[in-house]
Structures are given as structure tokens and as C-alpha cells.
């Protein structure tokens, strides 16, 4: 099952690198999102809670892609390193900035996406450190 977790946020983050986030579809329906206390509105947020999150985050830039700079099996999780670029509404500068991920999937779902500033950080919670 690990590959097709890797498979699914590849062709996941391949879309989001174009700037569809429609993917957001393959969250579980008791999805748990954690951001790192660096992020704003950091915390843990659950279900319809995380998906508003997420959408809020992706509406507060212009132009907005993520793309996927390093993936790494972890069993039931996917360590994912990520570059995100963007600009702020309404300024024409761009914004860039570097992000890693820890997703657990069940079911082939989503379960828990963790967000983290720090690669080690993110490296511990994938347990590949």
C-alpha cells in the first residue's frame, strides 16, 4: 500500500505545482491536520475544521502553487519536502517558501497531514530520522 500512498500525493502535488488544489478529496473524513507553532494559526485542526484551513491558506495567496521537491516512503506515511510560491493579494511580489509534510494515510486516505519549518523535525515524525 505504501507505493500507491506515494503515487496518489505525487499525482496529488503534480496538480498542485499547476495551481488545482482540487485534491484536497483525498483527506479521510476525520482528517487531522497539525501546523507547526512557525505557521500562523498554528494548532490541530479536525475534519471539516482542516479542510477550511487548507482552503483558507490556499485563497491568502495569488497565483499559488505547491510543488513537491522530495518524497520518501515511510510505510503508512509519506514524508514530502514542498516549495510553495505565491503573492500576497493584491502586491505583484511573489512570496516563496519551504515546507515538509508528514501524511499518514489508512484506507487509502489521508488520516493526518503534519506540517513542519524544520526538515529534521519532519524526518522524526515520518520516523526516517
Known amino acids: 500500500m505504501s507505493e500507491e500512498n506515494v503515487a496518489a500525493l505525487r499525482a496529488a502535488f503534480k496538480q498542485y505545482a499547476n495551481g488545482d488544489f482540487s485534491p484536497i478529496g483525498l483527506l479521510g473524513d476525520d482528517f487531522e491536520l497539525v501546523v507547526s507553532a512557525e505557521a500562523p494559526d498554528a494548532g490541530t485542526y479536525r475534519g471539516e475544521g482542516a479542510r477550511r484551513w487548507l482552503r483558507s491558506w490556499v485563497a491568502s495567496f495569488e497565483g499559488m502553487t505547491i510543488e513537491a521537491t522530495e518524497i520518501l516512503d515511510a510505510g503508512d506515511k509519506v514524508f514530502l519536502g514542498m516549495t510553495q510560491r505565491g503573492r500576497p493579494p493584491g502586491s505583484a511580489?511573489?512570496?516563496?517558501?519551504?515546507?515538509?509534510?508528514?501524511?499518514?494515510f489508512r484506507g487509502g486516505e489521508i488520516v493526518k497531514a503534519e506540517f513542519f519549518r524544520e526538515r529534521a523535525h519532519a524526518l522524526d515524525a515520518a520516523g526516517l530520522s
Open 93 to 104: 511580489a511573489s512570496v516563496e517558501g519551504q515546507w515538509w509534510q508528514v501524511s499518514t
